[in-house]
């Protein structure tokens, strides 16, 4: 039997409505626990020096930062689609403290803005959220994990333009000529060749679209345009302690001295201390060793695979600061130098007298060399220390730990926060998009953090109430039994 008639839907659209964004928006909405947890008024006395007393008002910087923190959120890398969808998301735009009938600002607005606000503001906008999650107990501080990664820059190599360069003499035409001129083939090191090569064509060559994106190879990818991202990340709950962007032929061991300090001192701000420290090969150095002695952090940082923490045949003297041969010989410090990369070296050599009769001639130098020499880092105790650290069973746990806490999170900030192709230009830009996306990161972990905290504490207080129920239960039944 039918019980009721057909209904049909027909839209007239209302000239005046009754309607609240906030009654249309769920309390578990993810933007409404946003909006409730960040707090950005610190934002108007920040910013209030770059605006003067007259002309229009610009943008909020509420609203801006909070746009691009949306974006982020979104993955979306266009000013003009965040501006389109946040206009379509009832949710956005009760974050962003609009309502259905109230214009957004104009895409064009958001890119001035952004070459108008200084790297230290999203520095401390990062600091702020950093924070946060210290006092929710995400942070430990102990132990931090450092890697890197080559985020593609917004311009091509065909935008590469020769450096024009001050006149030089004659003879050093011609020796520049001659080294320019070198055979490819002839190198027995095809990778040092090719190595010297991009390090000329860094040092000669520039982008016209971007001045300070640098060439970079990477195994698998060609050669491209790029910067490099630097980022710590603390070891107790995958929180991003540091961040940030490097010239991409910058080695990663001369970037860690400014990302220790860094790292310190946001760590040493919250009441946390970093006692451990650890990196992958790349940033090894015997510089970076001393420092982080001297810093009493230890470091988990394995040696590179050339290092020999021992020579066959020969035992070191530390007390004169010599070597001693299978012969019985003394191979003594003959010179101190420093290379072309700034590394610096003692050399030991033996004497060709006693090389000459000795009976291991053959094996040791062969037919043709008149003296052994040995050269070793003025680092080598603290080489060693990381050598025997790095093959430890704490060392083979900590290089796990690296991986298991650094990797994902570089991953995540180049797959979903769009850091594996930037859309701006000039290593401070970059910068700013680079603490942006780690602070958004941030934020997802704190808002997940919080949301299981909040869980937990439900089925807490749920436990409590039925335990409370059964001994009443119990005393009721006791009772009416007698």
Not at 184 to 201: H, N
Not at 282 to 287: A, F, I, K, L, T
Request: hydrophobic share 30%; net charge positive; with cysteine.
């Amino acid at each position: 039997m039918l019980c009721s008639m057909q209904g049909k839907k027909i839209y007239t659209e209302k000239l005046f409505a009754n309607f609240q964004l906030s009654g249309r928006v769920p309390e578990s909405n993810f933007y409404r626990q946003l909006k409730r947890m960040l707090d950005l008024d610190f934002l108007y006395p920040a910013t209030k020096s770059l605006y003067g007393d007259t002309g229009n008002p610009s943008i909020d910087p509420k609203v801006f930062f909070k746009l691009l923190i949306v974006g982020y959120l979104e993955n979306i890398t266009s000013d003009r689609k965040l501006i389109e969808n946040c206009g379509m998301r009832l949710d956005v735009l009760y974050f962003l403290g609009y309502d259905i009938d109230e214009p957004l600002p104009w895409h064009s607005t958001m890119s001035r803005t952004r070459n108008l606000y200084p790297e230290p503001l999203f520095e401390e906008l990062f600091n702020k959220v950093f924070a946060i999650c210290v006092s929710s107990g995400m942070v430990s501080g102990d132990t931090q994990c450092v890697d890197s990664a080559i985020s593609k820059a917004s311009a091509s190599k065909d935008s590469l333009v020769e450096i024009k360069r001050p006149v030089i003499s004659i003879q050093e035409y011609f020796k520049k000529s001659k080294e320019d001129n070198i055979d490819a083939t002839a190198s027995t090191d095809r990778k040092k060749y090719e190595g010297s090569i991009k390090k000329k064509r860094n040092s000669s060559t520039r982008s016209e679209t971007d001045r300070d994106a640098r060439l970079i190879t990477r195994p698998g990818k060609g050669t491209q345009l790029g910067y490099l991202s630097n980022v710590t990340v603390d070891a107790q709950q995958h929180v991003i302690s540091h961040i940030q962007a490097d010239f991409a032929d910058k080695r990663d061991s001369e970037c860690l001295p400014a990302i220790l300090e860094k790292t310190q001192e946001r760590l040493q701000e919250n009441g946390l201390q970093m006692h451990h420290l650890a990196a992958d090969t790349n940033y090894s150095s015997g510089e970076n060793y001393e420092l982080l002695e001297q810093n009493k952090i230890t470091a988990w940082i394995p040696v590179h695979g050339a290092f020999q923490p021992e020579r066959e045949g020969f035992r070191y003297d530390e007390l004169n600061d010599s070597y001693q041969c299978a012969n019985n010989k003394q191979i003594p410090l003959r010179s101190d130098y420093t290379d072309k990369r700034g590394n610096s070296y003692k050399e030991y050599r033996s004497s060709a007298r006693d090389c000459k009769t000795c009976p291991f001639k053959l094996h040791c130098i062969g037919e043709k060399q008149q003296y052994k020499k040995i050269k070793r880092t003025v680092h080598q105790t603290l080489y060693e220390k990381a050598y025997h650290q790095q093959h430890s069973a704490e060392g083979k746990r900590m290089r796990r730990l690296r991986s298991s806490r650094a990797e994902p999170v570089i991953g995540t900030l180049m797959n979903y926060l769009g850091l594996r192709k930037l859309r701006v230009r000039g290593i401070v830009a970059v910068n700013k998009a680079m603490l942006l996306a780690a602070m958004v990161y941030n934020l997802k972990k704190l808002m997940n953090h919080t949301a299981r905290k909040s869980k937990a504490a439900a089925q807490s207080i749920r436990k409590t109430i039925f335990e409370v129920v059964d001994v009443i239960f119990i005393i009721r039944t006791y009772r009416c039994s007698y």
